[in-house]
Each structure stands twice: as C-alpha cells, then as structure tokens.
C-alpha cells in the first residue's frame, strides 16, 4: 500500500498544481487582462524582481508574493508572472495613460491600489516600497497617491 501511495503522490500533486495554476488567473481576473492589455514590444528600462501584488475584482483576488517582475518601459508597466507558477499565463502591459492610483492599506500596511482593465474593473494593489521604485524608474510617468 505505501508503495501505491509514494508512486501516486507526484502524480497527484503533479495534477493538483496543473488546476491551481490554471485557475488562479480566472479567479484573479489576470486571464482577461492578458486580452484587454496585451504585452507590447517596448524596451524595459528597469526591472524589478521578486516582487509582490494582490490582484483582483470586487472582493474576490488573488496574492501572487515574491513571484512578479515588473518591467518599467516608456510607455508603460509590464507585469510578468513566473513560469513556475503561471505556465498558462502571458505578461500584460499597463499603459501610463490607463494607470489610476490610490492610497490602500491592507492589514496595516501601506500600498499602492492600481485600478486597471476597462472601466478600472480590476485592482492590482502592490506594496508601496514597489510602488515609490516603480515611480523612481518611470521618471515621474508613475504616480505615487496620497497618503489619504
């Protein structure tokens, strides 16, 4: 039986990422933002790494931490997922023109919230220390709100 069980496990588990990583971007909204900001080719001047963000619609989101790049270009903010957990995802490009911000804490921490998509359906809310790099390398394209 334990036999059974140790050759059955990575399989299960193998399966179980598959699901979880294919539902995320649907719960998360980011499926529909790959279609409503597609990636462009635009040099990335700066690149930040291991980054975090909290993505979402209404009250319904998702935490992606320690497993984003962002990539400050001229014309926008590229938001990239790794691989390893988003192999059915595509970078989005956020447009400086379609970035509205405001200030957000969450769970006493101070944050960024970006409303994106058509209509600013979709909230990405990122940590502020995130934010005050991404603005340094945007060279002021990238607005950093209030405090509130």
Known sequence: MTL????AFPFFFFAMWIVTTALLPRISGWARLEDEL???PDPAHAKLRFEAFYLGRGKLGVSYRGCVTF???QTGLRVRVWKLF???SRPIFIPWNAVETEFAKVFFVQATRMKIGQGGEFWMTIPLRSAHNIARASGGRFIIPDRG
Request: aromatic share 16%.
């Open 4 to 7: 059974y069980v140790a050759i």
């Open 38 to 40: 597609p990636d462009r």
């Open 71 to 73: 990539e400050v270009c």
């Open 86 to 88: 988003a192999p059915f």
